[in-house]
């Protein structure tokens, strides 16, 4: 190794005697960057071995802001009692900019809605839930323990815009069962939607992951039926992306503890 070394750099490193060997001239001006070469190399080797072995490392995810604040931090927080090196970094979003970053590749993951459309984003179903109707307590239609989504068509209601994904989930399955509904507000995050139910504006169509921050408010909420519709929430990744060792854990023990999303 040393005589290829010298080689290469077409210099002599060492004199060699019968039973000595001596460093040259040019082997003493080297030294000191070959001992500095191999410290930055034990480095880069001492950094890998800890990012394989989860001793430190990042993994960045992306979600709409409900999912953001009522499912992931129960889980976040299992996942970094187990690897307390690794930095979690949770960027809420609105869902359309969620699809954006995990397609431009800013985070490693994102959690909504899996889009067909979307040929280059992966996607792994995590849960699913189902649509109902948010109204506040003393509403006319709070007496009754399920709704139809027919009672639905006549009253004004909060909504996402047209360009939200979970609202397009649900009008394309009322369009096939015939329905329409018309949102007089439409607003984009679900805390202005339930601020607007809470002061009288109208009644609102949620997935029911947000009926806990809604019975919070002092809202009631009532599973709206004929059809029953789930909304499937998945975990989406580039798919032409390598994952980190971080990240790939991360996702294996996602998909393995489900029931942390489940139960939040």
């Known amino acids: 190794l040393v005589r290829e070394l010298e080689e290469a750099l077409g210099l002599r490193l060492f004199d060699r005697h019968t039973r000595m060997l001596r460093l040259t001239e040019a082997g003493a001006e080297i030294l000191p960057l070959a001992r500095r070469a191999m410290s930055d190399l034990d480095h880069v080797i ?15 995810i992306a979600a709409a802001s409900l999912q953001a604040a009522m499912l992931l931090p129960r889980f976040i927080r299992r996942f970094c009692d ?12 609105t869902e359309h900019e969620v699809i954006e970053q995990v397609r431009r590749g800013e985070v490693d993951f994102g959690l909504g809605s899996a889009l067909a459309t979307h040929q280059d984003i992966a996607a792994r179903l995590l849960t699913s839930d189902v649509f109902v109707a948010v109204m506040p307590a003393d509403h006319a239609l709070a007496r009754h323990r399920t709704l ?3 009672a639905l068509t006549e009253i004004p209601l909060i909504g996402p815009p047209p360009d939200n994904a979970v609202r397009a989930q649900l009008d394309f399955a009322l369009a096939r069962e015939g329905i329409s509904l018309v949102r007089r507000y439409e607003v984009a995050l679900p805390l202005t939607i339930l601020g607007m139910v809470e002061a009288g504006l109208g009644i609102a169509v949620m997935t029911s992951a ?4 809604a019975h919070a408010l002092g809202l009631v909420t009532r599973q709206v039926v004929d059809p029953l519709i789930r909304r499937e929430m998945s975990l989406l990744f580039h798919a032409e992306r390598s994952l980190s ?6 996702r294996d023990l996602l998909l393995r503890r489900r029931d942390l999303l489940d139960s939040a």
């Open 148 to 150: 139809q989504w027919h």
């Open 82 to 93: 187990a690897y307390p090196g690794v930095k979690v970094a949770l960027h809420d979003l």
């Open 210 to 213: 947000m009926s806990r921050l």
């Open 245 to 250: 060792p971080a990240a790939l854990n991360f």
């Open 46 to 60: 001492g950094s890998a071995s800890e990012l394989s072995t989860l001793g430190r490392g990042r993994v960045s």
